[in-house]
């Protein structure tokens, strides 16, 4: 849902000029990205340790900057009014259905803004780099794992949280906007054929990057510890947007 409902917001945030990067082509914009993850985890990380309070005045305020930007498309500078919503929903009532729906709200608008920000050399690139950080965050250095601890604790909707059989599997909003930045860009610059006014290799990303998800849910349904999800979903992706590249070449 998040990957077609991105490609139905990405016209409106490339008529408001609401982009990331000023040259989509360029691969440094790939490296800036991760450095800005890099930052932000250990960010997270240390003032979770360090003050709660502080950390959570913090996200919070991240959020509503962004929750301005991601309706900013669509209300201009009335998007306050919205974004004040989604926060004191949030502060009043932190639950799974609150903090769902303004995860799906932020992942669309973030991954249409980035999608419509970087060509599809860099977004690979991206999706490669950051596949390995992930599986080295989750199963080696492990603190992939706390910051999520962290941010379930403070009930911030940068996660999704799926019903299943025994206790509900988190999935990171990153694991949903990443592999869909590809989706959008691949609809946003090339040029290829369409089914349903969505362009093959942009279909078959988002086909691609929901296969590797559901393989995630099913070896995490199995295996109960975490694990990475990005390695699964961006394999998926790449795979899928190689396959629409070649069916449409």
Do not use: W
């Amino acid at each position: 849902m998040v990957g077609l409902t991105s490609l139905t917001f990405s016209p409106a945030y490339e008529y408001a000029n609401v982009k990331v990067f000023e040259n989509p082509s360029d691969p440094k914009n790939s490296l800036i990205y991760f450095i800005l993850i890099i930052l932000f985890t250990i960010f997270v990380i240390i003032l979770a340790k360090k003050s709660e309070k502080f950390l959570r005045f913090v996200m919070y305020s991240l959020l509503f900057i962004s929750s301005f930007y991601v309706f900013y498309p669509f209300f201009g500078i009335t998007s306050i009014i919205p974004s004040t919503i989604v926060l004191c929903i949030l502060l009043r009532k932190p639950n799974s259905l609150t903090i769902n729906v303004s995860a799906f709200l932020l992942a669309c608008g973030v991954t249409a803004m980035f999608g419509i920000s970087l060509e599809p050399i860099p977004v690979l690139i991206l999706l490669a780099i950051l596949a390995i950080y992930d599986f080295i965050a989750v199963y080696s250095t492990k603190h992939m794992v706390d910051l999520a601890e962290s941010i379930m604790k403070l009930k911030l909707p940068l996660l999704f949280i799926i019903p299943s059989k025994e206790k509900p599997i988190i999935l990171g909003v990153g694991d949903v906007v990443i592999p869909n930045i590809l989706t959008v860009s691949a609809q946003t610059f090339l040029t290829s054929q369409t089914i349903f006014n969505i362009k093959v290799p942009a279909l078959t990303t988002l086909m691609g990057g929901t296969v590797g998800l559901i393989v995630l849910i099913i070896f995490s349904e199995r295996f109960k510890s975490p694990h990475a999800g990005l390695p699964f979903i961006n394999t998926g992706a790449i795979l899928g947007f190689f396959i629409g590249c070649l069916m449409t070449s």
